[in-house]
């Protein structure tokens, strides 16, 4: 460790890989509960009375981290832990930094897997986590959960939300129950088959966590039987994105660099489209990197796939740079609408009453086949 006081920065090797931290920036961002609120961690201290040109007093390394005394008498002390995960630079050394791994890691989930679930009574157990983590594990590995020995009825699968998370509503509501209708502001609320798409396309911010619970399905000519057809479908998305990637790469990096238009028009509520901060809407497959920039798209920086054929609209701002780009997106999408639909990726369940799933609407693309009956 080592106090350039000339440069007005400090300077830290970990392992080999020198830290550069500005004495304003550490000043800035110093965690003691003066500066940070101890519980709210919302930042007390005001940026624009700290001298632009303070520098450390003193430096000094100890078990805990580095410990900075300032020319007012105050005191800062930053864990190591913290340091090492919050450079300030890129850093330009021979040696990388080791950035942790990205907390939306996955592994494919396909038709030949079991389909992974928890009971509905080990997750709403307050006196231990057990069934909360297990549901939460089986998320973010699989991207989908089934909850088997869950009431059929509205309010226990509202307690199941609520026990998960928050509810988040759009403008269908919080939490809602539909069936088919004569007269439906979306395609979902009719009896047509509906192929592999993502929620919400038309949202700045998608829906996250969605859950699928099946009260009823009778038969019109019969209610005492029970309809035919309907069958949900799932796709990791994924795991289709890794294979198209794997065998189209052009395909691939179409998909992630051209933005697609999305909108809802059929709501009471109004129109929505998906142009609010970004005026060319989306690509189909998104992409995060540490430094905000993705010039190498690819599954491993994957993190949201927003593909709704149904919602797809033309852009009013121009979209695609050629003649030969536009057609080679269109080749792109068909492929990609393939793989979403072949057998090596589409899983087909019939859902039962009871038995709700709870899906990441980020990552597992979900539909619908056609069905008669209530």
Not at 110 to 131: N, R
Not at 177 to 194: C, G, H, K, M, Q
Not at 333 to 357: D, H, N
Request: charged share 15%.
């Amino acid at each position: 460790m080592v106090n350039d006081m000339a440069n007005q920065e400090v300077l830290v090797d970990f392992n080999g890989t020198a830290f550069r931290y500005p004495s304003f920036w550490l000043r800035d961002h110093c965690p003691c509960p003066e500066c940070q609120h101890p519980s709210t961690h919302q930042r007390q201290l005001d940026t624009f009375t700290i001298d632009p040109e303070i520098k450390v007093s003193s430096a000094e390394s100890t078990p805990s981290g580095l410990q900075i005394n300032w020319p007012n008498n105050h005191t800062s002390l930053y864990s190591w832990s913290w340091l090492s995960t919050h450079p300030p630079f890129t850093q330009s050394s021979s040696k990388r930094a080791v950035h942790p791994p990205p907390t939306r890691q996955w592994a494919p989930s396909l038709p030949s897997s079991p389909l992974p679930g928890v009971p509905y009574h080990s997750i709403m157990d307050t006196s231990e986590a057990t069934g909360l983590t297990s549901f939460l594990s089986a998320i973010h590995t699989n991207g989908l959960c089934f909850i088997p020995s869950t009431p059929a009825s509205p309010d226990a699968t509202q307690s199941l939300i609520e026990r998960i998370s928050h509810i988040r509503a759009t403008h269908y509501g919080g939490f809602w129950d539909f069936t088919s209708e004569v007269n439906p502001i979306d395609t979902a609320y009719t009896n047509d088959p509906l192929p592999p798409h993502t929620d919400n396309t038309y949202f700045t911010d998608p829906a996250g966590l969605q859950l699928f619970h099946l009260l009823s399905h009778t038969s019109l000519h019969d209610p005492n039987q029970p309809g035919q057809g309907g069958e949900s479908t799932f796709v990791d998305g994924f795991a289709a994105a890794s294979h198209l990637h794997k065998h189209f790469p052009q395909h691939y990096r179409y998909l992630s660099t051209i933005p697609i238009t999305s909108a809802a028009l059929g709501a009471p509520e109004g129109s929505f489209y998906n142009t609010a901060s970004s005026m060319q809407g989306y690509p189909v497959l998104n992409h995060s990197s540490p430094t905000g920039i993705v010039s190498n798209p690819s599954p491993s920086n994957l993190v949201q796939i927003r593909w709704n054929n149904l919602d797809r609209m033309a852009p009013t701002t121009p979209s695609f740079p050629s003649h030969t780009a536009l057609k080679s997106w269109y080749a792109a999408a068909r492929e990609w609408a393939r793989i979403l639909e072949s057998p090596e990726f589409l899983i087909t369940v019939k859902l039962q009453p009871g038995e709700p799933v709870i899906f990441d609407n980020w990552r597992v693309l979900h539909g619908r086949l056609g069905f008669e009956g209530a």
